[in-house]
């Protein structure tokens, strides 16, 4: 039988929002720039949970140690400015976050998105409204996932016991994440995630889409 929640707390990339087609553009027009070959959605779509940071070390082929790296990243989010609100929702988001709201069951985000952005796509489909927390490593002194600190921020705002709690996210960072914070977790495995590295997570559950997560509250 499984088991059933009080308090959802999600990751955004890969998890809510379908973000990697907007980053596919953003990088092969740096890379355009850069006089480089481009990239395509599988490159972007397997490592855009990892970050900003990994697109460019993977694609110019450097490491962040390199002189070049900062402004390259930077750029890219220069870049990632201009198309980011473009984003969608995965499959059955918007329905199944209007049910938690609806049912009076806490939800929230945990990401490790910089806050300009997280702050606005929110605003953008209202969850500003409904999550009863947001947050981001500048939340939290810049500590990101796998660090629990953000999971741990959010989990003050809710009166719900730890054990009644769990954290949905696609990457091996918010899986760890919760191990941290002494949480269950679910790994999306509609995400951004591939079959091997999904194969060597030990989340508590798996789900194929977000609607899954109906048999849990």
Not at 51 to 57: A, D, H, K, P, S
Not at 107 to 130: A, L, S
Not at 171 to 184: H, K, P, Q, V
Not at 210 to 217: A, Q
């Amino acid at each position: 039988m499984q088991k059933k929640y009080k308090c959802f707390l999600f990751d955004l990339d890969g998890t809510l929002l379908d973000t990697a087609p907007e980053f596919l553009t953003c990088l092969n027009v740096l890379l355009k720039k850069n006089k480089k070959k481009s990239v395509s959605y599988e490159f972007v779509r397997n490592r855009v949970s990892d970050g900003v940071g990994r697109l460019i070390q993977d694609s110019f082929i450097i490491d962040e140690n390199h002189s070049e790296f900062e402004e390259l990243r930077n750029d890219l989010l220069t870049e990632y400015h201009k198309n980011y609100l473009l984003s969608k929702t995965f499959p059955g988001v918007d329905e199944f976050l209007s049910k938690l709201s609806k049912d009076r069951i806490d939800w929230m985000i945990v990401t490790n998105k910089p806050k300009k952005f997280f702050e606005d796509i929110c605003q953008r489909f209202g969850w500003h409204k409904y999550a009863i927390a947001m947050v981001s490593p500048e939340d939290v002194n810049g500590k990101r996932k796998p660090n629990p600190a953000s999971l741990d921020a959010a989990l003050v705002k809710t009166s719900v016991k730890k054990e009644q709690s769990i954290y949905i996210g696609d990457n091996w960072r918010d899986i760890e994440a919760a191990n941290n914070s002494g949480i269950d977790s679910a790994l999306a495995l509609y995400g951004y995630i591939d079959e091997k590295d999904a194969s060597l997570l030990k989340p508590t559950s798996k789900i194929n889409q977000i609607t899954d997560l109906m048999n849990y509250i």
